[in-house]
C-alpha cells in the first residue's frame, strides 16, 4: 500500500486530486490535511474512503509530527494562500503561508528521514510581467512577479530547487496556470461570474454582473486534467525539475465572460467595479507545456466549453 498525503484536501485543488486517485489507482490509502476552519463540503462524498489529520502547516511541531505519524511515500502539497488580491491585504501571511508552509514540509520529511516524491504547487503568476515576444511561455523564461502572491510562489518554486540541490529531496516543480472547474471558489473569476449568472438566473440578484479587468488574458485548463498531471508529475517527472501545466490556449477574461454569458439565457448588463481592480495585474499567461508532455505524455483533454458549462451548472444546482 503507498501512502499518499495531500496537503489542502479540503480545497478546490485538493478534493479533485483525491476523488482522481481514489477512482484511478489501485494499493493506496489517500491522506490528507486540513484545519479547524476548513469546510468539509468538497471532500463529502469522499469521507469515509480518506484518512483525515488535523495540521497546522505553518506550525513545525504540527507538521513534524503529522509527517512521523503517516509516513508517506508521495506527498502532494496543494495548501496554500491562492488568492491574488488577498496577499496585498495581508502579504505577510501570504508568505508565511506559503513558504514557511512548505520549509515545515520539507525540513519534517528531512527530519523523519523519508524517502517520498513531493509534487509541489508553483505558479504561472510568478512569470508575472510578461512581454509579447515571450509567449507561449516556456519554463526558462525569466521571472518578474507582480504582486506577494507571485512573489510567495517564486519562492516556494526555489526552495524545491535548493532542497532537492542540497539534500536530494524528490522534488516535483508544477507551474501551473489557471485551473477552473466545479468547486472552484467563489472568489476566483471564473466561479465568480458563473455563480453571478446563476443568483440573476435564480431571481437572487438584479440582472447586471459586476467585473474587475477584462483585458488580462489567461490560460484555463479544467482541474481535473490539472490533477492527473501532478499524478504524472511525481510518477513520472525527473526529481527537481519544473514543469509548466497549461491548456497552450488564451482568452481575454471578457471572452471567456461572453462564453458565459452565451450559456444562459438572462439578458445581464456588465457593469465594472473599481474595487474588483488590482494595483497590478498580470496582462497574459499562455503557457508552453511540451517539456510536460514530453516527459509524461500529458495533455489538457477536457475542453474550455466543457469545463464553464459544468461550473455554471455547479452553481445552478446550489
Ligand atoms: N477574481 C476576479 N474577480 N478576477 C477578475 C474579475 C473579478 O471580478 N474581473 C476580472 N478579473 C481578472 C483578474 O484581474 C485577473 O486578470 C483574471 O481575471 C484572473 O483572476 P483570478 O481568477 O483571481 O486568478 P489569477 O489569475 O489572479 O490567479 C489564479 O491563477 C494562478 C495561476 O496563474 C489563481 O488560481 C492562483 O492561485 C494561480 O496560481
Known sequence: MRKVLITGITGFAGSHLAEWVLSNQKDVEVYGTYRVRSRMENIQDILSEIHLYECELKDPHSVSEMIKKIKPDVIFHLAAQSFVPTSWNSPGETLIA???????????????????????????????????????????????????????????????????????????????????????????????????????????????????NLKAKRDFTDVRDVVRAYWLAVEKGVPGEVYNIASGVTYTIEEMLHKLLRMSKAEIEIRQDPGRMRPSDVDILLGNYEKFHKQTGWKPEIPFDQTLQDLLDYWRAR
Do not use: M, W
Open 98 to 212: 506559503n513558504q514557511v508552509g512548505q520549509l515545515n514540509l520539507f525540513e519534517a520529511v528531512l527530519k523523519h528521514d523519508l524517502d517520498c516524491r513531493i509534487q509541489i504547487a508553483c505558479s504561472s503568476e510568478e512569470y508575472g510581467q510578461v512581454y509579447p515576444d515571450e509567449v507561449p511561455i516556456k519554463e526558462e523564461n525569466p521571472l518578474r512577479p507582480l504582486s506577494p502572491y507571485a512573489v510567495s510562489k517564486v519562492g516556494q518554486d526555489y526552495l524545491g530547487y535548493q532542497y532537492h540541490k542540497s539534500y536530494g529531496l524528490k522534488v516535483f516543480r508544477t507551474r501551473t496556470f489557471n485551473h477552473t472547474g466545479p468547486r472552484r471558489g467563489e472568489s476566483f473569476v471564473t466561479s465568480n461570474f458563473a455563480k453571478q449568472i446563476a443568483e440573476i438566473e435564480k431571481g437572487n440578484n438584479p440582472p447586471v454582473i459586476y467585473v474587475g
